[in-house]
């Protein structure tokens, strides 16, 4: 599975983006789509999970901000709202298919006070 991730810029405090992630490659059975962002210095961390079926789940610091969908089990997106200067990372694109973590480039975005 190869992830291509898009989208990222440079935005002043609360306006919007919208990241995009295309997932290519042997497809199939691809459970779960997620965003996760590392920030200079800290640890990457989860942002937010598409699962099959249309479940999601966000983490508390993006909740009712940010908002992730998924179309054609490919294809997932990031609408970015709202952003805070502390949004401010590299943001990743990861798809999970038979138990195996896949992860695309990363793309950066910066929110700017």
């Known amino acids: 599975v190869q992830l291509q991730a898009s989208g990222g810029g440079l935005v002043q405090a609360g306006g919007s983006l919208r990241l995009s992630c295309a997932a290519s490659g042997f497809i199939s059975n691809i459970n779960a789509m997620s965003w996760y962002r590392q920030a200079p210095g800290k640890e990457r961390e989860w942002v937010a999970t598409s699962i099959s079926g249309g479940d999601t789940s966000y983490a508390d610091s993006v909740k009712g901000r940010f908002t992730i969908s998924r179309v054609n089990g490919k294809t997932v997106y990031l609408q970015m709202n709202s952003l805070k200067p502390e949004d401010t990372a590299g943001y990743y694109c990861?798809?999970?298919?038979?138990?195996?973590?896949?992860w695309g480039q990363g793309t950066q975005v910066t929110v700017s006070s």
């Open positions: 990861s798809a999970l298919q038979s138990g195996i973590r896949y």
